[in-house]
């Protein structure tokens, strides 16, 4: 009997100190986590913060193509002839549209901008009646080989200062509306030319040309060798 106490007496005991050396274990490991998680944190403060490894975006492409950009042929050049008859002594203002460089940026349903550079090569001949001259010229848009859409002219001053020929870069920038999002730059071409008279037209058309330094006073001819004399 003693020893049935006994045994229930120690029974007992356990079953009190059991749930206690448990919540003392549970309550050991919150400490252990939380004094890890704040020496994390400390590390973390402590250490310099790491750029990211995701670079910049880059520029996005365009939605499409860009407009043509030409020179039309008819306009491409300028030569004031005094009195219309070609020869170089009639020669007044001469220019020539020498290239064009261009770019474009549109995307989503934005219109198409296209920023132009154009290259002028200019002089003047012995009809010229001064240093300074006022050259015009157009950029006009159009639906591709179809009808034009806008048409706008320049003026473009130029001083020769004293010289036959003078060169010129004038900076435009052309914004094409979209009807909407899927209408690509290449159905518009953009032209560019001279305001030209339609006797100039008509003289490029021909292709005759002078050079753009054209009317620079030519060489006296040499004289007329004698006559030989009469043989007695």
């Not at 079953?15 to 400390?42: I, K, W, Y």
């Not at 770019?103 to 009646?129: K, S």
């Not at 040309?209 to 060489?219: E, S, W």
């Amino acid at each position: 009997m003693r020893r049935v106490l006994t045994a229930l007496a120690a029974l007992s005991i356990a079953a009190s100190v059991l749930p206690v050396a448990a919540e003392a274990q549970t309550s050991q490991r919150q400490r252990d986590r939380g004094s890890s998680g704040q020496q994390q944190a400390s590390g973390d403060d402590a250490a310099p913060r790491r750029a990211p490894r995701i670079a910049p975006l880059r520029r996005r492409a365009n939605a499409g193509p860009c407009p043509y950009v030409k020179i039309l042929y008819d306009a491409a050049r300028y030569v004031e002839l005094d009195g219309g008859r070609a020869a170089v002594a009639n020669v007044g203002y001469t220019g020539e549209i020498e290239g064009v460089s261009s770019d474009c940026d549109y995307r989503e349903n934005d219109p198409i901008r296209v920023d132009m550079n154009v290259l002028f090569n200019l002089g003047r001949g012995p009809q010229a009646t001064g240093e300074q001259r006022t050259y015009r010229y157009w950029i006009a848009v159009t639906e591709r080989n179809n009808a034009i859409l806008s048409k706008e002219y320049f003026d473009l001053p130029v001083n020769f200062a004293g010289q036959r020929t003078a060169t010129a870069t004038e900076e435009r920038t052309i914004v094409i509306p979209r009807a909407e999002a899927t209408t690509s730059g290449g159905n518009f071409e953009i032209l560019v030319g001279f305001d030209v008279t339609p006797e100039m037209a008509e003289f490029n058309r021909s292709g005759s040309r002078f050079r753009v330094n054209a009317g620079t006073t030519p060489a006296a001819p040499a004289p007329a060798a004698s006559a030989a004399a009469p043989s007695e």
